[in-house]
């Protein structure tokens, strides 16, 4: 039996021709809803003396990373932003942790389970930990995810991005800290 189709609709269809400003409505949508922005404000302050937890049982302080540029990421398994971002930034400590690059994705998550689950199923090696309230109130508090932050190789606090990062983004940031 044939497919049944509907030839009004297929007319309707083949007259339909949106105009400039529709298309350039709708690529800014898909741009966006794929690549929302983020956005990056100076920050030049001190951290206070900060250790993180590791999920694989390894004990980190900010201060055993003086001399590298450091990412700390504050993200959740639930959150899809945080879920986009991750392939880019797993590329990114891949290419850049031999230059001088480290990261420390802080997750949000309640269950350290739901969280090695994730990160095996995707296969990032990132050093993870879970993200207590102190972690975030020495940051200054964390209302978005993601939300992350940069800071210096003589461990100063410089960038806050709130929003999605992305590799050429990081590139950019991480590629100026390192040459100071």
């Given amino acids: 039996m044939p497919p049944i189709i509907n030839t009004e609709l297929a007319a309707r269809l083949k007259k339909f021709r949106p105009d400039p400003l529709t298309l350039l409505l709708l690529g800014l949508l898909v741009f966006f809803w794929f690549r929302p922005p983020a956005w990056v404000s100076d920050e030049q302050r001190a951290l206070p003396p900060l250790r993180f937890e590791l999920l694989d049982g390894r004990h980190v302080s900010l201060e055993d990373l003086r001399g590298k540029v450091v990412l700390v990421n504050f993200w959740a398994t639930w959150c899809p932003y945080c879920r986009h971002e991750m392939p880019a930034m797993q590329r990114f400590y891949a290419d850049w942790r031999e230059r001088g690059f480290e990261m420390i994705a802080l997750s949000q998550d309640e269950d350290a389970a739901t969280v090695r689950q994730f ?21 200054g508090g964390v209302s978005r995810l993601p939300t992350s932050f940069l800071i210096d190789k003589q461990g100063r606090l410089r960038k806050k991005i709130s929003g999605q990062v992305h590799y050429a983004r990081l590139e950019d940031l991480v590629g100026e800290l390192l040459k100071d």
């Fill in 119 to 139: 990160l095996a199923e995707n296969a990032y090696y990132f050093p993870v930990g879970l993200a207590d309230a102190g972690h975030a109130a020495a940051f």
